[in-house]
């Protein structure tokens, strides 16, 4: 697997045994959907496996991508992954579960608000996008200008919004879909 654009077009990705990778297809989709959030962004990619994700973003644009992997084995491929890139001073890798590092994330002197969060977690854990978009709203690391990116299997449909995330547009790749939210500030008592 390579990286399909940007300034780390073609270097490998090494793909962690026992995870879907997401296909250069549905990247090259994604990121051609997100590409006007994608200058000197700061990225959280929440379940980030390989990494191919989150580099991606780097490679177009962002700077800087949190990569949360709680599997040790995986660390070591992503931790491969970034390094053979060249993105070290843009990384941060956090070794945890993701309840636990987004609360670490919230708890920096400096937290961020993530202009673009990528959600594709292992696809039968379909609680997880509930779980980790709520807890992204209420410690604030989120907010109106951030666009959150969930990739899961077509079938398994998506809410149309997780509290003030609101989906805004929805694509089919073969069995994968892909939603995008955004927190709606229509209401004017926000």
């Known amino acids: 697997m390579k990286i399909t654009s940007g300034k780390y077009k073609y270097r490998n990705i090494e793909v ?3 995870i879907r990778p997401t296909t250069e297809k549905v990247r090259e989709a994604v990121f ?3 590409m006007q959030w994608l200058p000197d962004a700061e990225v959280l990619d929440l379940f980030a496996g390989s990494g191919a994700m989150g580099l991606e973003a780097l490679s177009r644009g962002a700077a800087r991508c949190f990569f949360v ?3 040790r084995q995986n660390q070591k491929v992503l931790v491969s992954n970034i390094t053979n890139c060249g ?3 843009e990384a941060v890798v956090i070794g945890k579960d993701f309840e636990s590092a987004i609360t670490e994330i919230a708890g920096k002197t400096e937290k961020p608000v993530f202009d673009i969060v990528i959600l ?3 696809y039968e854990k379909t609680d997880y996008y509930d779980t980790a978009m709520g807890r992204l709203q209420e410690l604030g690391l989120i907010d109106e200008r951030t666009v959150v990116v969930c990739e ?3 079938d398994n449909k998506l809410l149309d919004t997780y509290e003030k995330l609101v989906k805004f547009k ?3 790749y073969g069995t994968i879909g892909v939603d995008l939210f955004m927190v709606d500030n229509s209401d004017p008592f926000c």
């Open 16 to 18: 962690p045994k026992g």
């Open 69 to 71: 992997e709680t599997n």
């Open 152 to 154: 899961h299997l077509y």
């Open 32 to 34: 051609s959907m997100i």
């Open 120 to 122: 594709d977690p292992p």
């Open 87 to 89: 993105a070290g001073k």
């Open 170 to 172: 929805e694509k089919k």
